[in-house]
């Protein structure tokens, strides 16, 4: 299972697109980039999974380059409401534990 | 409604006294584990299930049990609870185990141990 590595913290004003940044450079072929959306005392929830290029939904997109060693989560004009941690996770099916790391903390400032 | 349920949500208890937390979910997933978290720490594993009767460590495993008898339940046995498991604690389940499937969580037991 590959670790990631990712900001601690990041401060965004309210509008602005904000892009989080996983470094995985211990990526595997068969891995896929899953990232979860975390608000205070609750529990992680599903954000976006790609694989490889670019995948978008109506949440967020995922930008992953071409030698997928790392992997970026762009959230468009972002309200108080994103700020929340933000965890990146890279593996594959099967792989039988989970590393969720402690991710990075977005506050978003009016 | 495809849930993830835990309970008790809240629990304040004494050093040694055992306690269960019960963690169920309704979407007939294979894969259930168990996290806790704690400030700076963030969110670590602490055992996991592939299947009924299938279970195994993850990161911080000591002081905690589970078991996995029936596929929707998986509880979280603290036989002789002590402060340092003062924690908030998550269940989660997925189709099947590894990254690529979406974990869903239940919505967290904040235990505390004095």
């Known amino acids: 299972l590959a670790k990631t590595t990712q900001p601690i913290s990041m401060d965004s004003y309210e509008g602005q697109e904000v892009n989080i940044t996983c470094s995985h450079n211990?990526?595997?072929?068969?891995?896929?980039i899953t990232w979860y959306q975390q608000f205070p005392s609750q529990g992680p929830r599903f954000i976006i999974q790609?694989?490889?290029t670019k995948v978008t939904n109506e949440v967020a997109s995922l930008f992953i380059p071409a030698d997928r060693k790392s992997s970026t989560l762009s959230l468009p004009r972002v309200s108080l409401s994103d700020t929340a941690v933000y965890y990146c996770?890279?593996?594959?099916?099967?792989?039988?534990?989970?590393?969720f790391g402690t991710g990075t903390r977005l506050t978003v400032i009016p | 409604e495809a849930q993830v349920t835990q309970n008790p949500r809240y629990l304040i208890t004494v050093t040694g006294k055992k306690l269960t937390v019960t963690c169920s979910q309704n979407?007939?997933?294979?894969?259930m584990s168990w996290y806790r978290q704690d400030p700076g720490l963030g969110l670590r594993q602490i055992y996991y299930?592939?299947?009924?009767?299938?279970?195994d460590k993850g990161d911080v495993p000591e002081g905690y049990k589970v078991s996995r008898k029936e596929k929707r339940n998986f509880p979280l046995i603290l036989e002789s609870p002590s402060p340092n498991q003062t924690s908030l604690y998550f269940c989660?389940?997925?189709?099947?185990?590894?990254?690529?499937?979406?974990?869903?969580f239940g919505p967290g037991t904040r235990l505390t141990v004095t």
């Open positions: 790609g694989y490889k």
């Open positions: 211990n990526i595997a072929t068969n891995d896929y």
């Open positions: 299930s592939m299947n009924v009767e299938v279970t």
């Open positions: 979407m007939n997933h294979e894969y």
């Open positions: 996770l890279v593996g594959r099916s099967g792989a039988n534990n989970l590393f």
């Open positions: 989660a389940s997925s189709l099947s185990s590894g990254p690529s499937y979406e974990q869903y």
